[in-house]
């Protein structure tokens, strides 16, 4: 744990022993990966991690009394989002292992899931001395596990919405909204939604890690129109001479939308780009065409994800 220089006295951090996380499926417990490749938004989350906290050193090695009670919290951060919630909330007794727990809808997460694990101190208790733990919710220890969804579903933000309550044409399949700042995190500027009323689009989402034929044209067909409003987005005049500016912020969806023009276009510059297209758009759509399908075709041979 590095925390940097805390704020009070801490106890080391071998006072706890925490187990991996599992998680539990139909056909059983497993370890949880860093990368659930078959993860899609249709997906609930239910995970446990055994814990063993020596609270009495804990206490000891913090200068607390031995009788400040000490919490386990755990907090989950769905990246593509930005949002946390807390998942667990126990009690910790002197000597006894226990079992945290996070149940989460697949529906709120995307990108990436955060679980931060902390131990805490449980209510306000009176320091003698500075530099002590005094308050409820002070950190005496905290660790952090990140695990990608992998899914095609599960690259953005992707909702499920009834598009004519939404203000969408009712009959769109679905509504690519598009980041107004190229400094916005990548996961969280780009949002998906999808209709309620075509079941087949939906369909296809929920099976996006095994989608039969008909449904892998669908998503194929999705992609292509997601690329392409990324690339046109790309090229915006305003946008396309600071693209650079961002490589650096791997987050952001500048670099992203950078990493996208050089996959699809790795001999030929964004203002090369926006002169074809805007000079023959004709020819610069199928040129992207041909683009895509030579990416789709390479990811295909190499077995990895799309960038986007």
């Known amino acids: 744990m590095n925390r940097g220089v805390p704020p009070f006295l801490l106890p080391d951090a071998d006072v706890v022993n925490a187990h991996p996380w599992q998680l539990h499926q139909d056909i059983g417990t497993v370890p949880l ?60 007794p002197d000597s006894a292992k226990v079992t945290v727990t996070a149940d989460i809808r697949g529906a709120l997460l995307g990108g990436a899931l955060i679980l931060t694990t902390r131990l805490v101190l449980g209510e306000d208790t009176p320091a003698a001395v500075p530099f002590l733990a005094r308050h409820a ?31 969408f044409d009712p009959d769109g399949r679905w509504h690519v909204e598009l980041p107004t700042s190229l400094s916005e995190p990548a996961m969280a500027a780009v949002r998906l939604y999808l ?20 449904q892998q044209r669908i998503l194929t067909w999705m992609e292509a129109d997601l690329t392409s409003r990324l690339v046109e987005a790309a090229l915006r005049p305003e946008w396309r001479e600071t693209l650079h500016d961002y490589t650096d912020d791997v987050d952001s969806i500048g670099a992203s939308l ?41 990811r295909d041979d190499d077995a990895v994800p799309p960038t986007v």
């Open 137 to 167: 919710g002070d950190v005496l220890y905290e660790d952090t596990v990140r695990i990608e969804l992998q899914g095609t579903a599960g690259r953005l933000p992707t909702y499920v919405v009834n598009f004519a309550e939404a203000g």
């Open 33 to 92: 990966p860093a990368f659930l490749a078959d993860w899609d938004y249709n997906t609930d989350l239910h995970l446990s991690r055994d814990i063993h906290v020596d609270a009495v050193r804990a206490r000891w090695e913090a200068a607390l009394p031995r009788e400040a009670p000490l919490l386990l919290v755990v907090e989950w951060t769905a990246a593509a989002a930005q949002t946390s919630d807390r998942a667990c909330r126990i009690s910790v």
């Open 258 to 298: 950078a990493a996208l023009l050089a996959a699809l276009f790795p001999h030929e510059s964004p203002a090369t780009l926006a002169t074809m297209r805007d000079g023959d758009p004709g020819r610069f759509h199928s040129h992207l065409q041909g683009a895509m399908r030579r990416m789709r075709a390479h």
């Open 195 to 214: 209709n309620s009323a075509d079941t087949e689009v939906v369909n296809a989402a929920k099976k996006a890690a095994a989608p039969t034929p008909v």
